[in-house]
């Protein structure tokens, strides 16, 4: 059975500083993984994906992928109060292209 | 303007009841996909389907049903076989279904209560 865990949270930062949100997976198969925000009573909405591992860079959004220790995390600079929301991790399986999906992490910016 | 569009967006059942969830999408995607949400949980998936007329089960199927007669269309049912249907029910669509880079969007979802 695949597993994607995320801390629950909630995280809480500051305006202007980094969040930083992680995500590990248990499948060693899994080929990409997606960073979905998710905000209240909406639907998710996709931020980005990656697939090598190393750094991912998308305007304020960098993700990170260490395949070797099945972990891909999200870092958000300059942290804005509009980005507090849920983020969801997902993966699929080796040979799968069904997601599973991560509880999501809180994250609450404040001003 | 391309999308995926549910409806109704809240939608109440009564005990026994069945009632069909609508999902269209106009961006041409192969791939639509079904998920459950509970409060404070992630997604699950329901249903999937690749191509017209095929469709798979996914990990709680139990309950709910789906048909594929058009590539932009997916409607689901809930069935009153559905013993806890109250959730919130979001469709997503993919290009191909297949491949790393493959990515799903979403609908805006429906929430759906049980009275």
């Known amino acids: 059975q695949k597993e994607v865990e995320q801390n629950s949270g909630p995280l809480s930062v500051p305006e202007g500083a980094i969040a930083s949100l992680n995500c590990t997976y248990s499948?060693?198969?899994?080929?990409?993984f997606f960073w979905y925000r998710q905000y209240s009573g909406k639907s998710p909405e996709l931020i980005m994906f990656?697939?090598?591992?190393g750094d991912k860079e998308d305007g304020r959004f960098t993700a990170q992928l260490n395949k070797a220790s099945q972990y891909v995390s999200l870092l958000i600079r300059d942290s804005q109060p509009s980005d507090s929301a849920t983020y969801l991790c997902?993966?699929?399986?080796?040979?799968?292209?069904?997601?599973?999906f991560g509880k999501g992490t809180k994250l609450s910016v404040i001003p | 303007d391309g999308g995926i569009t549910q409806s109704p967006k809240y939608l109440f059942r009564k005990e026994g009841q069945n009632v069909t969830l609508s999902c269209e999408q106009n961006?041409?995607?192969?791939?639509m996909y079904w998920y459950r949400q509970d409060p404070g949980q992630g997604l699950r998936l329901i249903y999937y389907?690749?191509?017209?007329?095929?469709?798979q089960k996914g990990d709680i199927a139990e309950g709910y049903s789906v048909s594929r007669e058009k590539k932009e269309s997916f409607p689901l049912t809930v069935t009153s076989a559905q013993k806890n249907p109250t959730a919130f029910y979001l469709c997503?669509?993919?290009?191909f279904g297949t491949g790393r880079s493959d990515t799903q969007y979403f609908g805006p979802g429906t929430r759906l209560t049980v009275l």
């Open positions: 997902a993966a699929p399986g080796a040979g799968s292209y069904q997601l599973t």
């Open positions: 499948d060693r198969g899994s080929q990409s």
């Open positions: 997503a669509s993919s290009r």
């Open positions: 389907s690749q191509i017209v007329n095929d469709f």
């Open positions: 990656i697939y090598s591992n």
């Open positions: 961006l041409n995607h192969d791939a």
